[in-house]
């Protein structure tokens, strides 16, 4: 698998994830867990979006606390429901689709004739809301839209952890600093009492 971070405007964002619709009940955590387990383990980065859970891999480049680039396409682009989009970033292609309110792929491609030849192939698929690609394209319905401009500030969506070891960690450590401190704060009193 690729890397899966992208730099726009001097900012880290998360790419190509692995995206799966959720059915309702369902807690996040346990299902990107289940979902990690089932489909590789090294997926252990989720992402919760509407009705959608995103999974990355810390050994793809992902973070916890990074922002999610195709969150924020997907509220840049509310008013569509179904979508197709490539963005030129740096000299790789950023591709994005969605159909109706769902992430089909969000990857970054890295050859311009790559890029569109699959956004041809994606275009094919009838009944999409919006089209947009770079200008230099002349594709036909395609408006072009900056990458820049869509994620400065649509985006509020982060990765978290799949494990809950490093919160168990921290949890530990704040609990014993909290008892040292009030060993140090009463530790006179506690002398004179046992003597």
Known sequence: MASQTVYVN???????????????GFNARNYARSLSRNVDKKLNLYTEYRSMIGLAACKNGARPGMRVAAAAVM??????????AVFAVDKKFYLVAA?????????IVDSEDAARSEYVKLS???????????????????AERNLADILDGHNNTTLHSISRFGAGIVSLILVGAFVLGLGLIFRDSIIQAMS
Request: zero cysteines; aromatic letters at 18%; a positive charge.
């Open 10 to 24: 001097r900012k880290r964002y998360a790419v190509g994830l692995f995206w799966q619709p959720v059915s309702a």
């Open 75 to 84: 509220g840049s682009f509310s008013e569509y429901t179904s979508f197709l």
């Open 99 to 107: 159909r109706n309110g769902i992430i089909l792929d969000d990857r």
């Open 124 to 142: 094919e698929i009838p009944d999409w809301g919006a089209f947009f690609a770079p200008g230099t394209w002349g594709m036909p319905r395609a």
